[in-house]
């Protein structure tokens, strides 16, 4: 299956922006109509909807679907559940539009539970990660990070997070996947809001299994790439470059970002990296880099900028991910990034907005 990105046909950005305003303040309407106790009751049991969703996904109910409705007894023969508990808990999410409940206790899928598909482009990984076993058990520890400001990872196992995750190949397997289905789901969005094609050499840092250079490099044929990822990270890469027909423009090096990385690059990108990290190793590998770089090299940071106002975030939750399962790593303001380049010898050039919750933050040497 080629992962070449399909050009998705979005609205333009003011009216998605307009569209998300416009839902939050109906919902803080309508919270203020109803009795607050009830208002935080319904949001405190929102965990068996997460759940629910997550239990669903793993039981691959969304592709037993796929031909056409089948009834629950089918469905529990398929997934080896115990029927009755199966159908209570698809009803559940039928009432939230995801899976619809048909007679005779037989299911369909709708355009939510669709999203849970094993293909491309799908949240499944992504919600197998959030709210699978492992990660539940780590934010089931919140009150203790809340307390300590200790992740739950070295709270519970004694390690650290990466050490974690190379330890437990099948947590890896499951966390890859997760970090895959992101890449795949707005890399496409990226590389239609930035011109990577003003670059010769682009080098990822931290670039996973390839995702994001494979969409890069598949959008513009004139552009080369290194990718720089630990080596247990990059074992898929090759295979996905190979499919999207890039391979021979994009040379894998594996290594760790703290000791030193590729030279000569034009652009290096840094997705969703440095919030895994405080400050002071944020600062090392942004020094790191900046080592690397020639004066006009530039540097794209693509990671959430939390904003000082009172409305909902991706990134303020997102953020409390990085509290129970990193060491010291926060989504941050825009003073907080400013803070951090300048600490390592970049200046802030631009911030870009694009259609997903992560921004282009474009840097270059002081
Ligand atoms: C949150 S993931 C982001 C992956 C990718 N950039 C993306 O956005 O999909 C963090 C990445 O940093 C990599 N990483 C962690 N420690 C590293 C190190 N010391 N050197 C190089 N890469 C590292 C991980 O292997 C992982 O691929």
């Known amino acids: ?23 939050n303040f109906l919902i803080r309407i309508a919270k203020k109509m109803l ?29 037993l679907l796929e031909p056409g409705p089948m009834p ?31 007679r005779g206790k037989t299911f369909k899928n709708t355009s939510l539970s ?21 990660n539940w058990d780590l934010v089931g ?45 707005s890399g496409s969005i990226f590389v239609n809001a930035y011109n990577f094609g003003q670059y010769k050499l682009i080098v990822d840092i931290g670039g996973g299994q390839g995702h994001l250079l494979s ?14 990822d630990q080596p247990h ?8 470059l190979k499919r999207n027909g890039v391979e021979s423009r994009c040379n894998i090096v594996v290594g760790s970002f703290f000791d030193r990385v590729p030279a000569q690059g034009d652009l290096y990108i840094l997705k969703n990296i440095l919030h895994d990290w405080d400050d002071v190793r944020s600062v090392e590998i942004l020094k790191n ?37 990193t060491t010291g790593g926060k989504e941050r303001t825009r003073e907080e990034f400013e803070k951090l380049l300048n600490d390592s010898g970049f200046k802030l050039k631009r911030i870009i907005e694009n259609a997903t919750p992560f921004s282009f933050i474009e840097a270059m040497k002081l």
């Open 141 to 185: 520890d919140l009150f203790n990070c809340v307390k300590t400001g200790e992740n739950a990872i070295t709270h519970k196992f004694h390690m650290e997070p990466f050490e974690f995750l190379e330890k437990n190949p099948e947590k890896n397997v499951i966390f890859n996947k997760a970090m895959t289905e992101t890449a795949e789901l």
């Open 114 to 134: 669709k999203a849970l598909l094993t293909k491309k482009e799908s949240v499944k990984y992504f919600v197998m990660h959030h709210l699978g076993t492992n």
């Open 233 to 240: 990270v990059v074992t898929e890469a090759k295979e996905l």
């Open 35 to 63: 009795p607050a106790n009830f208002v935080l009751l319904e949001e405190a049991s929102s965990f068996w909807k997460a759940k629910s969703i997550e239990v669903a996904a793993q039981l691959n109910i969304p592709d």
């Open 289 to 325: 880099l900046h080592a690397a770089m020639l004066p006009e090299t530039r540097l794209l940071l693509i990671e959430t900028i939390i904003k000082p106002n009172n409305k909902p975030s991706f990134g303020k939750f997102i953020d409390l991910q990085m509290l129970i399962g």
């Open 215 to 228: 969409q890069i490099l598949s959008k513009y044929k004139n552009v080369e790439a290194i990718l720089f």
């Open 72 to 102: 629950v007894s089918k469905l529990a023969e398929l997934s080896q559940c115990n029927e009755e508990a199966l159908y209570r808990m698809l009803r559940a999410l039928a009432g939230e539009g995801i899976f619809k409940e048909l």
């Open 1 to 23: 299956m080629s992962d070449k990105p399909k050009d998705k046909k979005l609205p333009p950005l003011f009216v998605i922006k307009a569209t998300i305003g416009l839902r």
